[in-house]
């Protein structure tokens, strides 16, 4: 069972990655979470423009996505949004459809006691657009998160090592549900 986490910050302290971080070293055995390429490689998305220079750093994006058994998302929020990198990476999923019927997760993380929220909101309303399945018991609003991470990126809240315990549970659940469905179809 392999969960491809996607992280809405570039920035090299990033407490959403740290949370992406920490979710893979406490994975049930079983499950690898690996972080996918970044964001920043990936061209302004424009429909139908294949052939410009980024080209294989969507394609490379796009097949981590298609041969991942389910996403799993930490968002910031700029400005009451997710940030535009990560509105860009999804919108070069529109067309190709990696994410169609897929097993998501959307946690989101912030200084502030909201966790988000508004970056929550709307990253889940544009998967469910996408046709992507929302997983509403792995998802995680993280408020306050500076006092939860460390300097080295590790979770020193246990209730919050636990949340993303018992979230990534659900989500490899989820997974693994729809894993067993496809293969049953494929015979
Ligand atoms: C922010 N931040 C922020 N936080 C929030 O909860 N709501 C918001 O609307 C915004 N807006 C915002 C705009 C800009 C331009 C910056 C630079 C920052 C703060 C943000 O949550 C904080 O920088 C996080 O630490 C970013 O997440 P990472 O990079 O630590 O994962």
């Known amino acids: 069972m ?31 979470i690996s972080l996918s390429t970044s964001l920043a490689e990936l061209p302004y998305f424009q429909p139908g423009n294949y052939d410009e220079p980024g080209a294989p750093a969507v394609a490379a994006f796009r097949e981590q996505v298609r041969r991942a058994d389910a996403v799993l998302f930490c968002t910031p929020e700029y400005v009451f949004s997710m940030p535009g990198v990560l509105k860009n990476a999804l919108e070069w999923l529109v067309p190709s459809g990696e994410l169609y019927h897929k097993p998501v997760a959307v946690w989101s993380a912030s ?3 909201t966790g988000a929220d508004q970056a929550h909101a709307g990253l889940t309303a544009m998967l469910r657009v996408m046709e992507a399945a929302v997983n509403e018991g792995a998802a995680l609003q ?14 020193t809240d246990k209730e919050l090592a ?25 015979g």
Request: hydrophobic share 45%; no cysteine; glycine share 8%.
């Open 2 to 32: 392999h969960i491809l986490a996607i992280s809405g910050s570039l920035r090299a302290a990033s407490s959403n990655t740290a949370l992406l971080r920490a979710a893979a070293v406490l994975a049930p055995v079983g499950v690898v």
């Open 111 to 113: 200084p502030s006691t």
């Open 142 to 155: 993280v408020g306050q998160v500076s006092g939860k991470v460390n300097a080295q990126g590790e979770i």
């Open 162 to 186: 636990e949340s993303l315990r018992t979230a990534v549970a659900a989500l490899a659940q989820a997974g693994n549900t729809t894993n067993s469905a496809y293969q049953a179809t494929q």
